[in-house]
């Protein structure tokens, strides 16, 4: 995730025999110069699946080897000073990723919040939370979510009770997910399916 000049990168517990206290956490990156890159933080925390940002804040989905109970849990911080991060506050929730930032909502996983007091987020509800997928992006209040083997697009209008619109299965594996001009790229393992969501209740495949 790059907000300004830095990058918020999640990273996993495990890492070629090294200990999360090596290679675990969230690491802060100044990318003012892309060709010298530079870490300005590690926040030792165990695994981390995802981050977002949103402003001065990061919202941060912890693994659950990195909460009580190995429960799922959503962490915020404020990066004012992107060098030193402080967290504000942490919480359960009944799912952990992604996460997705759009103006004073944060959905994480199924469930949305309104962040629109970023110390204190009010869980709405979790009208999707059977939906653990690897990746979703809004376009207004559409959503594109890859899960299992699948594209699935909502429409958000009604944020508690979204509708699901259209949906097609492109590729073995569903990973990263990126929609842009119309189209929808989606990894999963060495593949990248390329499907057009330019009339979102027909996504159609491009090429696999």
Known sequence: MVSGNYAYVACGDYNYGHTYQEAGGFRVIDVSNPSAPVEVAHLITAEVYDIAVNGSYAYVSPGVNATPYRVTG???YDISDPTN???LTEMLVSTQRPL???GDRLYVGGCV???SNPDAPIQFGCPLSGFVGNGF?????TQYISYNQGLYINDFSQPLTPTLIGYTYPISATGAL???DGLAY???GKDLGIVSVSDPAY???ISY
Do not use: A, M, N, R
């Open 74 to 76: 959503l962490w915020i």
């Open 85 to 87: 991060p402080q967290k």
């Open 100 to 102: 997705y930032v759009t």
């Open 113 to 115: 919040f309104d962040i």
């Open 137 to 141: 992006q809004f376009i207004e209040d």
């Open 178 to 180: 990126d929609v842009e």
């Open 186 to 188: 989606i990894t999963g």
């Open 203 to 205: 996504p159609s495949q």
